[in-house]
T-cell receptor, first 114, second 109 residues
């Protein structure tokens, strides 16, 4: 079974620039998550999709962050404009959406804003 | 106070030692997860527990639902076990993970 694919692995941008991350979940996984993990902290949920609908985006800074999951498969997360404090690892995860299954995480995208 | 607390935050041990990492939570859960994160960021799911105990190789995870506490044990630790170990819980009624802050484990040869 292929894992959760994320790209790019690393990105360095200047503040005020924009950036986009891509995630391809495991085939058949209805639920997709984007997490932000700042160095030394646990991941924080940014947004959760169930198929192509948003279930929870309460912690997404909507003035600068946006995410979409067209067709209920791939997802993109965008930051525009980036701030220094956005430097973090952005993790994508997917699950089938039932509590009996675990989560599968991607390798993450490490973003550095300078 | 975080909903999921781990201890210790950092742990350094010698190869061969028995390792215990603890996790306490304060919310109703439907499952608890132990995750391993290596440098570079990728996260691997080690265990998902809703009761009792699970074992995989040298790793053992236990959970006490009444006490809202879980432990991850590593027997005969090895330098390749060096990683950040994260406890996370699935909130009851929601397909959503809440994470602890992680425990950084370093095993010296």
């Amino acid at each position: 079974e292929a894992g959760v694919a994320q790209s790019p692995r690393y990105k360095i941008i200047e503040k005020r620039q924009s950036v986009a991350f891509w995630c391809n979940p495991i085939s058949g996984h209805a639920t997709l998550y984007w997490y932000q993990q700042i160095l030394g902290q646990g991941p924080k949920l940014l947004i959760q999709f169930q198929n192509n609908g948003v279930v929870d985006d309460s912690q997404l800074p909507k003035d600068r962050f946006s995410a979409e999951r067209l067709k209920g498969v791939d997802s993109t997360l965008k930051i525009q404009p980036a701030k220094l404090e956005d430097s973090a690892v952005y993790l994508c995860a997917s699950s089938t959406g039932t509590r009996l299954t675990g989560y599968t995480f991607g390798s993450g995208t490490r973003l550095t804003v300078v | 106070k975080n909903e999921v607390e781990q201890s210790p935050q950092n742990l350094t041990a010698q190869e061969g030692e028995f390792i215990t990492i603890n996790c306490s939570y304060s919310v109703g859960i439907s499952a608890l997860h132990w995750l391993q994160q290596h440098p570079g960021g990728g996260i691997v799911s080690l265990f998902m527990l809703s009761s009792g105990k699970k074992k995989h190789g040298r790793l053992i995870a236990t959970i006490n639902i009444q006490e809202k506490h879980s432990s991850l044990h590593i027997t005969a630790s090895h330098p390749r076990d060096s990683a950040v170990y994260i406890c996370a819980v699935t909130i009851q009624g929601a397909q959503k993970l809440v994470f602890g802050q992680g425990t950084r484990l370093t095993i010296n040869p």
